[in-house]
Structures are given as structure tokens and as C-alpha cells.
T-cell receptor, first 117, second 111 residues
Framework: DTAVSQTPKYLVTQMGNDKSIKCEQNLGHDTMYWYKQDSKKFLKIMFSYNNKELIINETVPNRFSPKSPDKAHLNLHINSLELGDSAVYFC????????????????FGPGTRLLVL | KQEVTQIPAALSVPEGENLVLNCSFTDSAIYNLQWFRQDPGKGLTSLLLIQSSQREQTSGRLNASLDKSSGRSTLYIAASQPGDSATYLCAVRPRGGKLIFGQGTELSVKP
């Protein structure tokens, strides 16, 4: 009954490889996000999707490509991994159509710890 | 450009103390402000969300206040417990959907 789930939890890979991280939410939310937390613990948004449409795309290298097959899933594919991509990646979701209250609270997944060697 | 600052970066208190964590932001045009808790190696847990029209929210031993005009929020934790030890993150949401996070306050409550 996990609300926001991510797989894998840990990912260790070599430079230059391509990898994907999957995210699923069972909260019925219409908006999903990807965040990156660097080694200094600073969290920064990467992408946001609302009903499968991209609405926020921060200045992220185009090696990162999000894919939303439906509004419950937002996967992150990373091409040609670099050392600097090592970080914890968090998926989150919220219900943006509900005005006020806790409707816009963002719920986070447990994170995927990516280490590029 | 919106910037969020949290002070102090780290705080250690004995069990039972009441404490206040501070968050400041540079642009008062926010939609809401959210406090999260992050345990080591874990994801974020939402604690409280304050809409821009509200001044405070309470949940159990936690009370968060918001003064939009001065660009400040505080998270008050009453009767702290060792289980409260975690990193507390403040995030503001400007109109447009993306949360902007502070760097967090690492809290340690000693038994």
C-alpha cells in the first residue's frame, strides 16, 4: 500500500551507461515530479508532469529524459551517465486540481541512490 | 529569484526541550510553504503545509507559522524526543508548481 514507490532503491553503474529509474504512485494524483538531491543534501526539482504532459523542465542536460506512460507513472531515463550524476533521485506526486488544504501536499518516494563509477 | 535559507544548519538539544527551526525566503509571492522531515537514507515525509492565506498550522507537537510579508516561517517542536532526530526541510512554492527547498536543519535530540 505504498503511496509513491521507486525502483531500484540503489543503482551502481559505470560511466557511459544508460539507466532508468521507475516511479509509480497509487494516490490518484495528477501531477508527478523528479527531484535530485546532491551530496550536500540540496534538493532541486528536475521535471514536473501533469496528466502525462511536461509542465516544468529545469535546466537539466538532455541526457535526462522523463517518460510518463500514464498519470500514475513517471520514469526517468538517463543516457551516457557521468560521475556528476551521482546523487539521490526522488519522485513525488501531488493533486494539483484540488484547491487549498492538503490537496497540494507533495508526497515523496523513498529515493533512488545512484552511484556512477 | 527565490532563495530559501534555513538556520541553524544543525541543532543538538536534550530530550524534552521545546525548539524552533527557522526558514526565510526572499520573494513573498508564494502559493504555499511546506515543512518536511527526512530521516537518514530515507525519503521526505510531509509534516505541515501552510497556504499563503494562512498564518499557522498545527499537527500534534508541531506548529508551523508563516509571515509572508517578512519572508519567514518557523517550525516549533514541543517536548522534543529522540525520535524527532532528522533533517527538517522547508520548501516554498511560487505560483508555477515547483517547490524550492532550503538546505535543511539537521536536528539531534539527545536522550
Amino acid at each position: 500500500d505504498t503511496a509513491v514507490s521507486q525502483t531500484p532503491k540503489y543503482l551502481v553503474t559505470q560511466m557511459g551507461n544508460d539507466k532508468s529509474i521507475k516511479c509509480e504512485q497509487n494516490l490518484g494524483h495528477d501531477t508527478m515530479y523528479w527531484y535530485k538531491q546532491d551530496s550536500k543534501k540540496f534538493l532541486k526539482i528536475m521535471f514536473s508532469y501533469n496528466n502525462k504532459e511536461l509542465i516544468i523542465n529545469e535546466t537539466v542536460p538532455n541526457r535526462f529524459s522523463p517518460k510518463s506512460p500514464d498519470k500514475a507513472h513517471l520514469n526517468l531515463h538517463i543516457n551516457s551517465l557521468e560521475l556528476g550524476d551521482s546523487a539521490v533521485y526522488f519522485c513525488a506526486s501531488s493533486q494539483e486540481r484540488v484547491a487549498g488544504g492538503l490537496g497540494e501536499t507533495q508526497y515523496f518516494g523513498p529515493g533512488t541512490r545512484l552511484l556512477v563509477l | 529569484k527565490q532563495e530559501v535559507t534555513q538556520i541553524p544548519a544543525a541543532l543538538s538539544v536534550p530530550e524534552g526541550e521545546n525548539l524552533v527551526l527557522n526558514c526565510s525566503f526572499t520573494d513573498s509571492a508564494i502559493y504555499n510553504l511546506q515543512w518536511f522531515r527526512q530521516d537518514p537514507g530515507k525519503g521526505l515525509t510531509s509534516l505541515l503545509l501552510i497556504q499563503s492565506s494562512q498564518r499557522e498550522q498545527t499537527s500534534g507537537r508541531l506548529n508551523a507559522s508563516l509571515d509572508k510579508s517578512s519572508g519567514r516561517s518557523t517550525l516549533y517542536i514541543a517536548a522534543s524526543q529522540p525520535g524527532d532526530s532528522a533533517t527538517y526541510l522547508c520548501a516554498v512554492r511560487p505560483r508555477g508548481g515547483k517547490l524550492i527547498f532550503g538546505q535543511g536543519t539537521e536536528l539531534s535530540v539527545k536522550p
